[in-house]
């Protein structure tokens, strides 16, 4: 599927205060976007709260700069009885659109909580 044939979940231009000293981006922010990301995913998937319980594979590929768009798409891959894997990628838009790169991927474990954040089983539909 590319990209003009799917919908971010997220779309976000990083600021100035989340540069690191090399003057990319921090990782942690990347990753913090992909888990907002994945969440939302997974939680439509489980019709409610889910939490984060594993990064089985995450990759950094290529530097994201300021002033980048950050496209953040996100599916479920799998689902097993109380938990997801959810694909998350990450394409950033330089030159105002003109350019886009893809500069990370990975794959984020959610587990479905109940009403006292216990895990609890997805339904299988």
């Keep these: 599927m590319t990209d003009l044939e799917r919908a971010p979940i997220l779309r976000v231009i990083p600021g100035p205060t989340d540069i690191n000293a ?4 921090f ?3 990347v990753l ?3 888990d907002i990301a994945a969440g939302i995913v997974a939680s439509r998937r489980a019709r409610g709260p889910v939490a984060t319980v594993a990064i089985e594979a995450m ?7 300021l002033r980048d768009l ?6 479920v891959e799998r689902v097993g009885r109380t938990s997801m894997g959810v694909r998350i990628e990450v394409v950033a838009h330089r030159d105002l659109g003109a350019t886009e790169v893809k500069v990370t991927e990975g794959l984020f474990t959610f587990v479905a909580l ?3 954040n216990r895990p609890r089983a997805v339904d299988q539909g």
């Design 27 to 29: 990782g942690g922010w």
């Design 59 to 65: 990759k950094f590929i290529a530097p994201i700069h």
């Design 32 to 34: 913090s976007q992909m």
């Design 70 to 75: 950050i496209s953040v798409y996100a599916e």
């Design 22 to 25: 090399n003057g990319h981006i």
């Design 114 to 116: 109940d009403a006292n």
